[in-house]
């Protein structure tokens, strides 16, 4: 994987909702298929997460912020997490400093804990149904 010091052009991110649509359905009828065998029935890759208005603007309002990047984690369980984090203009992460890898307080740098369908699903549309 070779870094990129670029951030993606404004506007470059839009899609169609019909290709949503397609990649979400592929995506729901695939999800357990391509897990191995002893993870498939153990709702580990979701199916959407989401996230307060409050805690993603917590992020866009940080010195510097230009982008959003999002990550994947994995709990102890095995479940699948997105994590989103700021990103400043030479692409780099806005995390907090070294020093508090140590500390057990939760800072307002990572958002993580959306509310993750399967078991949290928000109504019927047409990238969910």
Do not use: W
Not at 25 to 35: F, K, M, N, T, W
Not at 59 to 71: N, S
């Amino acid at each position: 994987m070779s870094p990129t010091n670029s951030l993606p052009a404004s506007g470059s991110h839009f899609i169609s909702l019909s290709r949503g649509i397609e990649m979400t359905a592929l995506y729901r009828s695939q999800r357990e298929a391509i897990l191995a065998t002893q993870y498939q029935g153990m709702q580990i890759l979701p199916i959407c997460e989401t996230f307060n208005r409050d805690d993603i603007d917590i992020l866009l309002e940080k010195e510097g912020c230009a982008a959003l990047r999002v990550y994947f984690g994995m709990d102890e369980s095995y479940k699948v997490k997105v994590l989103i984090v700021a990103v400043n203009q030479d692409a780099e992460d806005i995390l907090p400093s070294p020093q508090s890898l140590n500390s057990s307080e939760n800072e307002e740098d990572i958002v993580e804990e959306g509310h993750r369908c399967p078991d949290s699903c928000p109504p019927e549309s047409p990238l969910n149904s």
